[in-house]
């Protein structure tokens, strides 16, 4: 529900957009970075992971992580350039 109400302010050019698109981004990497090791830690029977977990475990959550690695820094960047552009006025 957060994702889909971020892409509507963002579309809609709300004045909250910032805010959520923040709060989306801390949630999603709290998330991954909650749910990927403790997924990995608890596994006590290869054979009920299946070849679907370790497919998950093994590309998914690295490429997960690596996305939400380029948002963080896009959101840094983009908001220390707003702080330059309020600055210079």
């Not at 957009?17 to 909650?34: K, M, P, R, S, V």
Request: glycine content about 6%; charged content about 10%.
């Amino acid at each position: 529900m957060l994702a889909i109400l971020t892409i509507i302010a963002l579309r809609q050019d709300w004045k909250i957009a910032a805010l959520l698109t923040w709060a989306f981004f801390l949630e999603g990497t709290a998330d991954t970075l909650n749910a990927g090791p403790n997924f990995a830690l608890h596994i006590t029977d290869q054979n009920l992971v299946g070849a679907m977990g370790w497919l998950i475990l093994t590309i998914y959550v690295p490429a997960l992580v690596v996305t939400e690695i380029a948002l963080g820094i896009h959101l840094v960047r983009r908001a220390l350039n707003s702080r330059k552009a309020t600055a210079n006025q």
